[in-house]
């Protein structure tokens, strides 16, 4: 592939980008407002948000994680916000694997962690990862709500989440995108939320 083709190929891939954050906000605008507000009204109450994801997706839950701990930006100082990412100990995440298998990762630490004032995020490009799944049905057992950030058309996490956002694109590259889009923009609300 010569330059000039790779050229056309980045313009195209930026003008998929434009579309899909643009249905991402004709579809799901108010869900992502939405969504921020039940997270800052647990958090008022004592809260925690857990997160778990796979592959880039565990990469954006230890990030969304680090915008809530830290915080988003310089220009703004606030307190800490209670939020784990559940895809970081690796002693943890190859104990429970090697002794109950990938599938069970996540569940256990949410039946370890999490209580009914909590929430887990679960993000997903697809919705159908098994880990994702029975830690959502734990949570749901437990009466731990369950928000999820997902693609395509949902998966069966759609029918376990209390609130889900649902990217509207097949492309793996533009939901991560538009994921990160997001967490962005939840963390920026909450902030608001709670801190005006």
């Not at 579809?27 to 880039?56: C, H, P, W």
């Not at 220009?75 to 995440?93: I, W, Y």
């Not at 994702?132 to 049905?137: N, Q, T």
Request: with cysteine; net charge positive.
């Amino acid at each position: 592939m010569n330059k000039n083709d790779k050229r056309k190929f980045l313009i195209t891939a930026a003008a998929n980008a434009v579309a899909a954050k643009t249905a991402l906000l004709e579809k799901a605008g108010d869900d992502i407002i939405e969504m921020a507000a039940e997270i800052a009204r647990a958090l008022r109450k004592g809260g925690r948000l857990y997160l778990a994801g796979n592959g880039g997706s565990a990469a954006d839950c230890q990030h969304f994680a680090t915008e809530m701990v830290v915080r988003l930006t310089g220009k703004f100082e606030r307190a800490s916000l209670p939020a784990v990412a559940l895809t970081t100990d690796g002693s943890l995440l190859t104990a429970a694997g090697n002794d109950y298998g990938f599938d069970l990762i996540f569940a256990r630490q949410v039946e370890g962690l999490a209580s009914r004032k909590d929430i887990l995020v679960t993000i997903s490009t697809s919705g159908n990862s098994v880990n994702l799944i029975k830690a959502a049905r734990v949570a749901r057992r437990k009466g731990v709500k369950v928000f999820s950030l997902l693609g395509c058309k949902g998966g069966k996490l759609k029918r376990l989440s209390d609130r889900s956002i649902i990217v509207p694109s097949d492309s793996v590259q533009r939901i991560q995108e538009e994921h990160t889009f997001i967490i962005h923009n939840l963390v920026q609300f909450i902030e608001w939320d709670l801190f005006a």
